[in-house]
């Protein structure tokens, strides 16, 4: 039970660290969509691809630095390239509900607005969790394989048959 149980915590803290840097990243999505449409006349979904396009940028430094900073290093182009192609389809995922919002049902008030990035962030979040984890920031396998040899030693182990009394 006890390699489960360090397993859980480790993507307990691996979401909780990864929730950190998204909702940081959600206020920066948020803070520049609102400026960008208060400050001009760009329509809603370009407003909005801008922000996302700094948010990507502030989360790739929190995650690199801080959610993952303990895996692998190595190959950064290839990470950064991940990270840029797994990003953009989380662009056009969070961007195609408001899309879908303004233009489909017309609702383009500031309010439904703003509703409807944050939905389309929640949606993309969900791809991004899985897809960063999955193929970007990956284990070492230094770590995975001391992570099992932790595991395995914690495990309790049966008496060799020689020794069991009937």
């Known amino acids: 039970m006890e390699p489960r149980s360090s ?20 206020f ?3 803070g520049v969509f609102n400026l960008v449409r208060h400050v001009s006349d760009l329509p809603v979904v370009r407003a909005s ?11 790739y430094v929190g995650f690199r630095y801080w959610t993952y900073r303990d895996r692998d290093k190595g190959g950064r182009t290839k990470e950064l390239t991940l990270f840029l192609f797994f ?14 919002a303004t233009y489909g049902f017309g609702w383009d008030s500031p309010l439904q607005s703003n509703v409807f990035k944050f939905v ?3 949606v993309a979040t969900l791809f991004r969790f899985w897809s960063y984890r999955t193929w970007v920031f990956r284990v070492q396998p230094s770590q995975e394989a001391e992570s ?3 595991a395995e ?8 048959k020689s020794q069991r009394v009937p």
């Open 148 to 150: 099992i040899l932790v």
């Open 87 to 100: 990003s953009a389809i989380g662009l056009v995922i969070e961007n195609g509900v408001l899309y879908a």
């Open 7 to 26: 397993g859980l915590q480790r993507l307990v803290r691996e979401v909780a660290k990864f929730g950190t840097v998204g909702v940081a990243g959600i």
């Open 120 to 122: 389309g962030i929640g």
């Open 153 to 160: 030693s914690k495990r309790p182990h049966s008496e060799p």
């Open 28 to 30: 920066v999505n948020l």
């Open 49 to 59: 691809i801008i922000a996302t396009v700094v948010a990507i940028a502030f989360n």
